[in-house]
């Protein structure tokens, strides 16, 4: 099945937009799970298991994994993801970008090595970077449009021509990159106009907005400017203001109420969404 079609399936078996950042910093892990011999692993199972009803996605950030020298738990987090929950696709956030010959080698990372069933990647590079991502047809690539951090503006909202820089990946992702109906925008939670501006121009693609929760967000903004016309187009991810919802041996149970209240708050803002 393409990451396309589970996405759309995902968003309605669950009834959700939202998605869980799988971000495990090991300094900040729960004591209960400190001592297990895989912490990490241990850390984000409870986490699905607590929350797989729940979400329309999860996204492991792989920094959070090489950084501790865990790419075993990153791989371990995603089989137990397809072994538990095969429905849900798991976008893994490692930002890739480089020549065409670097880039198919990020793709194979993300795609052969972790099963993902999308990767976010960097449009820097232009198209010949994309490609080596876009050819996987049943994959997901979610490109960086406009991002959730204060400097983004910096490069992000220079005009050249008559657009400023994000509203020309917009206009690429509609067109000229989406020959295989693949990619999703990343689109700051943070930035709720531009948000606006890109649904205008994207009426139709997904976008993965980060930045609600700990980044400070508005969901209500959100869903006004960035939901699609049948209430759905956003996999709105919080990865802090979940994982970290209690800090005790019932962390499991805290990011549950977190991403319950999470998705109730996305729903009642929702068109035509069940809630
Ligand atoms: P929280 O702020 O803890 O919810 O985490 C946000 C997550 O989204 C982190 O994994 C970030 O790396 C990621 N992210 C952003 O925060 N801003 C962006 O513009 C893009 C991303 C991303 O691509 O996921």
Same mark, same amino acid.
Request: net charge neutral; glycine share 8%.
């Given at each position: 099945?393409s990451?396309?079609?589970?996405?759309?399936?995902?968003w309605?078996?669950n009834?959700?937009l939202?998605?869980? !950042? @799988?971000d495990p910093?090991l300094?900040?892990l729960p004591?209960?799970?400190?001592h297990?011999?895989?912490?990490i692993?241990?850390?984000?199972?409870?986490?699905?298991?607590?929350?797989?009803? @729940?979400v329309?996605?999860?996204?492991?950030?792989?920094?959070?994994?090489?950084?501790?020298?865990?790419e $075993?738990? #990153?791989a371990?987090?995603?089989?137990?993801?397809?072994?538990?929950c095969?429905d849900?696709?798991v976008?893994? $956030?490692?930002k890739?970008?480089?020549? !065409?010959s670097t880039?198919?080698?990020?793709?194979r990372e993300? %795609?052969?090595r972790?099963?993902?069933?999308?990767?976010?990647v960097?449009?820097?590079?232009g198209? $010949?970077n994309l490609?080596? %991502?876009?050819d996987?047809s049943?994959?997901?690539?979610?490109?960086?449009c406009r991002t959730?951090?204060?400097s983004s503006a910096e490069?992000?909202?220079l005009?050249a021509g008559d657009?400023?820089?994000?509203?020309?990946?917009?206009?690429?992702a509609a067109?000229?990159?989406n020959?295989?109906?693949? *990619?999703? #925008?990343?689109?700051?939670?943070?930035?709720p106009?531009? #948000?606006?501006?890109?649904?205008?121009?994207?009426?139709?693609?997904p %976008?993965?907005v980060? !930045?609600?929760?700990?980044?400070?967000?508005?969901v209500?903004k *959100?869903l006004?400017?960035?939901?699609?016309?049948?209430?759905?187009g @956003?996999?709105?991810?919080s990865s802090?203001?979940?994982?970290?919802?209690?800090k005790?041996p $019932?962390?499991a149970?805290?990011?549950?109420?977190?991403?319950?209240? #999470?998705?109730?708050e996305i729903?009642?803002?929702r068109?035509?969404a069940?809630?």
């Open positions: 099945m990451f396309m079609t589970k996405l759309h399936r995902a309605d078996r009834n959700s939202v998605c869980v !950042g @799988l910093d300094d900040k004591e209960c799970v400190r297990e011999p895989k912490p692993f241990a850390f984000n199972r409870a986490l699905i298991d607590a929350t797989r009803d @729940l329309c996605c999860y996204k492991p950030q792989i920094a959070y994994y090489a950084a501790f020298g865990a $075993d738990e #990153l371990m987090t995603i089989d137990y993801l397809s072994q538990t095969p849900i696709p976008i893994l $956030d490692a890739r970008g480089d020549i !065409g880039a198919a080698m990020y793709a993300a %795609f052969v972790y099963g993902a069933d999308a990767v976010t960097n449009p820097y590079m198209t $010949d490609k080596s %991502f876009l996987y049943e994959r997901g690539v979610v490109i960086l959730s951090n204060p490069l992000q909202e005009v657009r400023q820089i994000y509203q020309y990946v917009a206009e690429y067109t000229r990159w020959y295989n109906h693949n *990619v999703m #925008l990343v689109v700051g939670a943070t930035f106009e531009e #948000l606006g501006r890109i649904r205008q121009q994207c009426p139709e693609i %976008f993965l980060p !930045g609600i929760g700990a980044q400070g967000g508005d209500a *959100v006004e400017n960035g939901q699609t016309a049948d209430g759905k @956003l996999v709105i991810n802090r203001g979940i994982i970290y919802a209690g005790g $019932d962390f149970a805290a990011a549950r109420r977190a991403a319950t209240a #999470l998705r109730d729903n009642r803002h068109r035509e069940t809630r």
